[in-house]
């Protein structure tokens, strides 16, 4: 082994002297880049790639880090675009009740581009309102009493029958349901080959998403774009096919077509895709994650059993579930909630400034947020999952305690963003509530479970690497 002389050791430690140095500058100028007289403290990571990485791998621990040195309110740069993020209650709620004064959503542009600019969640003001009306008047709790319960009913009582004596993977089957059933409330009248390839295509939108938007292939956000092309392509033919028939369909496709704020092509088409990928992320999560406490805690188990035999024993056994029996369904729903809470299934909501914006909300322990100032086109991440641990909200915060959400008012107080807040509130909150509650109405009735020891991650999604597996027996 050769020694290095004196002249090459003086080499080396000057070129990382040089590096060294190098990497400062740029750490430096980026901070400056983005540095304003009255904005909150933070740091903005490396040009382009900010902090994304440790916000995506560290998650928690990231926002706990920065919040033990910077408070409540700091700035980073995250998934392609400087962030304000805010783990204060009060002050969270004040973004999402004041879209009015500058606080519009927001989505990282790769979940924009993916989705689609016409989606719901992307436009505001007068469209936003008409849109949301016109999808709450075919999702919401009067059309699901009207026709969507019998089809979501007839839909789980075929999708669940025949797993006795199975080892499955409920995350796989989770997924499959959510996006099944959403389907064919979607186009009720294509075949379930169509359905299945269509997943098939579906399946990468939801990791490109959460990615950089960088249009290398070989990325996320690159197969992400990609299957968005595709996943269009399909939906067209499926537009012209129905506009070159003279059937009608009682399904969300004829009444996205008949709106009366008319929409284009486009604009049908990502309310579809954003409509699939929030029933696909959060009913298929939060049902397996339902399914997961379930097991952990036999006696919210035991108590969720008799509520659903007790509806059983009220009706025919080929009559499908009411509304009536739904609404009769109440610790189910409060075990959906506790699930939502506990897992985590949403971490935060994001929102875009459309002017210069100052906080000035006060908050406890006197000190005040007065003169903080976002710029024009910033994020700000409105992070829940600290306030869904908060204990002087719920008591025993990392116990599943469903029996919680039975206390008057808890669903609706002013922290509770499980479904978002303000004039975003989830249009499909109800119906996502009640296919969670028709799956785990035959499925707690027909089974009993084991779940094997699975790896689970919590951020920036929930979910198993590896697939969530149980043995399934009959009751």
Not at 431 to 436: E, H, K, M, P, S
Request: hydrophobic share 40%; with cysteine; proline share 5%.
């Amino acid at each position: 082994m050769s020694i290095m002389s004196i002249p090459e050791i003086v080499y080396y430690v000057l070129a990382l002297a040089f590096c060294f140095c190098a990497f400062s500058v740029v750490l430096k100028w980026n901070e400056l880049r983005y540095s304003r007289k009255g904005m909150p403290p933070g740091t903005m990571g490396w040009p382009i790639f900010g902090e994304t990485a440790g916000f995506l791998k560290q998650g928690p621990d990231f926002m706990k880090s920065k919040r033990a040195r910077y408070g409540n309110l700091f700035k980073s740069h995250a998934l392609g675009s400087p962030v304000v993020i805010s783990m204060d209650p009060e002050l969270n709620r004040y973004i999402l009740q004041n879209e009015a004064k500058g606080l519009v959503p927001g989505y990282p542009v790769s979940m924009r581009n993916i989705l689609g600019n016409g989606n719901i969640a992307e436009v505001h003001g007068a469209l936003h309102k008409r849109i949301r009306g016109s999808i709450l008047s075919f999702i919401g709790p009067a059309a699901i009493r009207g026709h969507l319960l019998p089809e979501v009913d007839k839909f789980m009582q075929s999708f669940l029958d025949n797993w006795a004596g199975k080892t499955i993977d409920i995350q796989h089957k989770t997924k499959q349901m959510a996006f099944f059933v959403s389907m064919k409330l979607i186009v009720e009248n294509e075949p379930s080959p169509f359905h299945e390839a269509f997943k098939a295509t579906f399946d990468n939108i939801v990791s490109g998403t959460f990615s950089l938007p960088i249009k290398i292939p070989g990325t996320n956000y690159f197969r992400g774009l990609q299957t968005r092309k595709k996943v269009v392509a399909t939906l067209k033919e499926v537009l012209t096919k129905r506009r070159s028939s003279l059937a009608t369909h009682a399904d969300i496709l004829d009444q996205l077509m008949d709106l009366k704020c008319k929409l284009n092509d486009e604009e049908i088409i990502d309310q579809i895709i954003t409509f699939l990928y929030s029933g696909y992320e959060t009913v298929s999560t939060t049902t397996m994650m339902a399914v997961k406490y379930l097991h952990d805690n036999p006696r919210v188990l035991e108590e969720v059993r008799e509520e659903h035999f007790a509806i059983k024993e009220r009706k025919r056994p080929e009559d499908v579930v009411s509304w009536d029996h739904y609404k009769h369904m109440v610790y189910t729903r409060a075990v959906i909630f506790e699930t939502l809470r506990l897992a985590n299934i949403v971490n935060g909501v994001l929102r875009k400034t459309t002017k210069d914006v100052e906080l000035n909300v006060s908050i406890d322990y006197d000190y005040h947020l007065l003169g903080f100032t976002i710029p024009q086109g910033w994020r700000v991440y409105v992070y829940t999952r600290e306030t869904n641990c908060d204990p002087s909200l719920y008591p025993e915060p990392f116990s599943f305690k469903p029996s919680r959400w039975l206390e008057k008012g808890l669903e609706s107080h002013n922290h509770n963003m499980l479904f978002g807040g303000g004039v975003r509130l989830c249009p499909g909150k109800e119906l996502g509530i009640v296919i969670i509650s028709l799956f785990l109405h035959y499925f707690v009735t027909k089974y009993r479970w084991d779940v094997e020891e699975n790896e689970l991650r919590k951020f920036p999604r929930v979910e198993a690497p590896n697939g969530l597996h149980i043995r399934v027996a009959a009751y």
